[in-house]
């Protein structure tokens, strides 16, 4: 598939995550925010490993945008048990995908 298809499939996918977590953390539409969440997840990360096509295993940056992603996926959780309140939560995510962004971009490690 055409690389410029794909990300551009993966940042829009991207948009509709954090579009999902304003929803989970500010709105009134849990259930919806949380389907979507979920959904934007999946979509993430199927669409990121089409770009990779096989992963890089001498390097390293594609195992921490999995963490990134996987907490990206845990802060509804930590927001609904008050371990993180909301704007937190929404902002440590803003900063995890603004650096996701950066490791995809310049792959450092």
């Not at 709105?27 to 990779?52: N, R, T």
């Not at 907490?71 to 609904?80: N, Q």
């Amino acid at each position: 598939m055409n690389p410029l298809i794909l990300h551009t499939l993966h940042v829009a996918s991207a948009l509709l995550l954090f579009g999902s977590l304003g929803a989970i953390f500010f709105g009134s539409g849990k259930k919806v925010g949380s389907a979507l969440h979920g959904i934007a997840l999946l979509a993430l990360l199927l669409i990121g490993f089409a770009i990779l096509k096989k992963p890089p295993m001498d390097q390293h940056w594609w195992m921490a945008k999995l963490g990134i992603w996987l907490f990206i996926g845990a802060s509804p959780a930590l927001v609904k048990r008050n371990i993180l309140p909301p704007w937190l939560g929404f902002t440590l995510c803003l900063v995890a995908a603004g650096f996701a962004a950066w490791l995809g971009y310049t792959k450092p490690f």
